[in-house]
Every structure is written in structure tokens, then in C-alpha cells.
């Protein structure tokens, strides 16, 4: 009673706004969440989120960076609220801005995080009218890290209304949230915004969804079902020459992991070929990362420094840049360093990689940095500093709880106590 009471001595726009709270498929609510999901202006938003923590129908639960105070509505607010408003329609338009606002807000981060990253048609019903912007790279990474947990409940809300379009392009704009930190739910995520992709019949964003499901796939392991994607999607893409060299790299990318390198190499090798020809210079540079590796690790260390050096310069001349890949292409250069016997420059490559690693916050690949150390201080005969960076990598793994990854690093560190 005293809830039902206290809902009703509310003002009429503070009960619209509980009501359309109440409705909302997220976790948890921010200030520019709830204006843009309520077409209410953030000032007065702000307002009534702190009047509503006063009478205890919501409660704020954090400060979170990139998204400032974060309220959660008790659940038996929410059952009285919810009934306040038994229009569909207008719920539905609540639903409709919460995803527009996601879609646009993900994007948005992708610009600074991922410049490359296609936008899919998304059209928005409802744009925000105060967008979140986002200046500086640890900024964007922040919110989608921070917004993770609202990613499956939208997708799945969307997808039960009939909204598979803005359901495949929540999935898509989140992008470099998987990128940058291999997300527990990459794989349930794409899986589910891939079927929205389906049922909303855009050949692109099908292309898109399975590309990156593949990622997550690729990244588990499961790498026959990542290939199976990549085919399905190469033949979707038909006539359009850059997304099948898109395709094949991701193939090739997929065999490497699986240390097929033999058979890596010609899809690598073709899709960096028709990159080339089409002028597109981060995919060639990207498909000759992995030659390069798979030359390096089928004992041609010599043949792939060049070709991991011509990615860097590539990377490097880019005009929007992509510090992520570079340090990519840093690491491996850093390994063949290593396998060639050029102990110091392998140490060099190998230390700046890591240091962008970190400033970029990509824990995988800080992890698997200082794994390529050990192996380098290892090939230096340098054992002590070899049982370091294992020993450090593992940490960073375990942190992660990749367990096929902190499996091989006490083999590693096994190996070299025994030594």
C-alpha cells in the first residue's frame, strides 16, 4: 500500500516517466538512457531520476564512468508501475527509442573505436535529441563495457515486438566491444542478432551478423561452424568484391588460429591480392599480418619479416588510424624477430606492441603480448625473464578466465621449471 500510495501522490509527469521506466528491457537505467528512451529533456530527466531515488521507487546503485549515476527500479515498483500505462502503442515507442538510442549511442562509440566498422541502414524513428558523444577511445570502450548487460535483454525484447531490424543493428553497432575485449557473450549475442538479421531479410546485415558470429566462433575455438559462416556469408556476397575478400580473410584468419597454415596461406594470399586491386589498403594490410605469421610459424621467419613490415607501413599511412591492428602487426613482426634470431629487435616490437596493448585496454591481447615474450626471452636464452612473462601472461589469462588460454600457459611454465 505504501508503494501504491506514494506512485499516486506522484505528479503526472513523474508517474509517465516511472511507467515508461518500468517498461524499459535494461538492466539498469542512466540519465541519458531514460531521456532518450522517454523523449524527456536530460535536465528534467535528471530531476525526477533524483526525485523518484528520494521516495525510494528507484535506487541508485552506482557512479559507472561514461554513463554517470545508474538507478535500478525495485521490482515491485515496477509491477505497479508497468500498469500505469496500458497504451501499446505508446509502450511500444518507449521499446522503440530505447533501441534507436542503443543503436545510435553504439555507433557512435565504434566511430572512435573502430573508424572502419560499416553502419548498417538504421534509419532512426527516434534520434536521440541530445546524443551521447564520445571523444577519446578508453571513453567509448567504457560505455559499451558498462552497457554489456543491456545487449542480450534489448536484442531479445526487440526480437519478441517484431523489431528485427533495430534487434540486427543493437548487435552490429556493439562491434567493438567484442573487438576490444572478447566478450563472454559474443557468441549468444550474434546468434541472436544474426536471426533478427534472417528474419528482417537485409543480405547485408545477414552478411554482417554471420562475419561476426564467426569472430566469436573463431575465438572459442569452434572453428569448422566459424568457416561454415564465413562460406555462407562469401556467397551472400556476391558481385561485391571487397566483402569476399573480406570473407576469405576471415577464413584464412580462422585456419591460422587452428594453426592450418598451409591452408591459410592461399586464402590469405587471394583475399590480399583482390584488396590490393581494389585500392582497399587496411584489408590487404590486415590479410598479410597472418601471411607473414604463417610464414614465420611454418619456419620462414626470414620471408615474413618483410611482409609484417609492409603491414605496418600500410596501418601506419592510414588516414584514420588503427592503433589496434598495428599493434597486431607489431606483435607478429616481434615473433618472427625472434624466430629469425634477431633477439633485440624482437624485444623492441614486441614492448611497443604491449605498451599500445595497454593504453588500448585489449586484455587478450596484452596477454598473449607478454605470452610471445616468454617465447622470445625463452629463444634468447633467457630463462628468468621467460618464466616472467609466462608467469605475468598467465595472471592476465586467468583475470580473463580463459582456461584453454591459462591451460597452455602451465605447460609453458612447466616446461621451463623443467628445463
Known amino acids: ?57 528507484l535506487e541508485h546503485t552506482a557512479d559507472v564512468a561514461a554513463r554517470g549515476p545508474v538507478y535500478v527500479i525495485r521490482p515491485e515498483v515496477a509491477d505497479r508501475a508497468s500498469a500505469l500505462n496500458d497504451n501499446p502503442g505508446a509502450r511500444t515507442a518507449v521499446l522503440q527509442r530505447y533501441l534507436d538510442f542503443l543503436t545510435t549511442t553504439a555507433y557512435e562509440a565504434a566511430r572512435v573505436l573502430a573508424p572502419h566498422h560499416r553502419v548498417l541502414e538504421h534509419t532512426s524513428r527516434h534520434e536521440p535529441a541530445e546524443p551521447v558523444r564520445f571523444a577519446v577511445n578508453h571513453v567509448a570502450l567504457a560505455w559499451l563495457e558498462a552497457t554489456a548487460p543491456a545487449l542480450l535483454p534489448a536484442i531479445t525484447a526487440a526480437t519478441k515486438h517484431g523489431e528485427y531490424r533495430a534487434a540486427a543493428c543493437v548487435t552490429h553497432a556493439a562491434w567493438p566491444l567484442f573487438l576490444y575485449t572478447r566478450h563472454e557473450r559474443w557468441i549468444p549475442i550474434h546468434r541472436q542478432g544474426l536471426a533478427a538479421a534472417e528474419r528482417w531479410g537485409d543480405t547485408v546485415a545477414i552478411r554482417e551478423l554471420l562475419s561476426a558470429l564467426a569472430g566469436g566462433l573463431r575465438d572459442n575455438r569452434e572453428y569448422d561452424e566459424a568457416i561454415s559462416c564465413l562460406q555462407r556469408a562469401r556467397t551472400l556476397a556476391e558481385g561485391d568484391l571487397e566483402a569476399i575478400a573480406k570473407c576469405s580473410s576471415s577464413i584464412g584468419a580462422c585456419l591460422h588460429a587452428d594453426a592450418r597454415y598451409v591452408e591459410a596461406k592461399p586464402q590469405l594470399t587471394a583475399a590480399a591480392t583482390r584488396y590490393g586491386q581494389l ?133 609453458r611454465l612447466d616446461s621451463v621449471t623443467r628445463r
Open 279 to 411: 585500392g582497399h589498403v587496411r584489408g590487404q594490410a590486415l590479410a598479410l599480418i597472418l601471411i607473414g605469421s604463417a610464414h614465420a610459424r611454418l619456419g620462414e621467419p626470414v620471408a615474413a619479416v618483410p611482409v609484417l613490415q609492409e603491414a605496418c607501413t600500410l596501418l601506419s599511412g592510414l588516414t584514420d588510424p588503427d592503433p589496434l591492428n598495428i599493434s597486431r602487426a607489431l606483435a607478429y613482426l616481434g615473433e618472427a624477430h625472434s624466430l629469425a634470431g634477431a633477439h633485440d629487435l624482437a624485444a623492441s616490437a614486441l614492448v611497443k606492441a604491449l605498451e599500445q596493448f595497454r593504453f588500448l585496454r585489449a586484455p587478450h591481447w596484452t596477454a598473449h603480448t607478454m605470452e610471445f615474450l616468454g617465447q622470445a626471452a625463452l629463444r634468447a636464452d633467457q630463462r628468468h625473464a621467460a618464466m616472467d612473462w609466462y608467469s605475468t601472461s598467465l595472471a592476465q589469462y586467468t583475470d580473463l578466465a580463459s582456461s584453454h588460454d591459462t591451460d597452455r600457459l602451465k605447460r
Open 1 to 57: 500500500m505504501m508503494i501504491t500510495d506514494t506512485i499516486d501522490r506522484l505528479p503526472p509527469e513523474g508517474r509517465r516517466l516511472l511507467a515508461d521506466i518500468a517498461h524499459l528491457p535494461a538492466p539498469d537505467l542512466d540519465v541519458h538512457t531514460v531521456a532518450a528512451s522517454t523523449a524527456t529533456p536530460t535536465r528534467e530527466t535528471r530531476k525526477r531520476l533524483e526525485e523518484l531515488t528520494a521516495q525510494h521507487l
